[in-house]
């Protein structure tokens, strides 16, 4: 398998844009999980699905980030519209969710965003 | 607020030395506890986890766990550079979410 996919790497935008970041979990895996990397924040834990359905979005910051899981393959977290505030690294992550104990969460390679 | 501390700055060791890291959690119903270890500019990669009261080893690391002071620990044996990196500590808890720590910097000194 070859892991846990984003695109693009990494984005440069301009303080209004629209930013689209995207996801392709492991094959098989139930959980899906978007994370914010900051070096004042860490690592935070924005929305995450199960089944493709939201679960909690709670730690989406506001009304401009939203995420959506169309189907098992496939992941977008989008900023509308973006602000310098936002510039971080954006994780994607998934598990099986199977139940047990043991839980691991694999990450993708991060998604880089500098808002200007 | 499930919370995740770690609170220790930046770690130099050097080579052939154990390194020690630390961790406690806010939530007692935490069950699973797991540490990633983050290489500058890479994601996190999962070395351990520990669920059971008492120690864990596998290779080098070894996890401690002591869920009555609700504490993670982890050693890294005879730190080489390669080990030179960001630890994260991480707690299960309800659904399948994990609560992440700050990190802990680690540098092995040749």
């Known amino acids: 398998d070859a892991g846990v996919i984003q695109s693009p790497r990494h984005e440069v935008t301009e303080m209004g844009q629209e930013v689209t970041l995207r996801c392709k979990p492991i094959s098989g895996h139930d959980y899906l999980f978007w994370y914010r990397q900051t070096m004042m924040r860490g690592l935070e834990l924005l929305i995450y699905?199960?089944?493709?359905?939201?679960?909690?979005d709670s730690g989406m910051p506001e009304d401009r980030f939203s995420a959506k899981m169309p189907n098992a393959s496939f992941s977008t977290l989008k900023i509308q519209p973006s602000e310098p505030r936002d510039s971080a690294v954006y994780f994607c992550?998934?598990?099986f969710g199977r139940g047990g104990i043991r839980d691991e969460q694999f990450f993708g390679p991060g998604t880089r965003l500098t808002v200007l | 607020q499930k919370e995740v501390e770690q609170n220790s700055g930046p770690l130099s060791v050097p080579e052939g030395a154990i390194a020690s890291l630390n961790c406690t959690y806010s939530d007692r119903g935490s069950q699973s506890f797991f540490w990633y270890r983050q290489y500058s500019g890479k994601s996190p990669e999962l070395i351990m986890f520990i669920y059971s009261n008492g120690d864990k080893e596998d290779g080098r690391f070894t996890a401690q766990l002591n869920k009555a002071s609700q504490y993670v620990s982890l050693l890294i044996r005879d730190s080489q550079p390669s080990d030179s990196a960001t630890y994260l500590c991480a707690a299960l808890y309800g659904n399948n979410r994990l609560a992440f720590g700050k990190g802990n910097q680690v540098v092995v000194i040749p």
């Open positions: 992550a998934s598990s």
């Open positions: 699905f199960n089944n493709n359905v939201p679960i909690d």
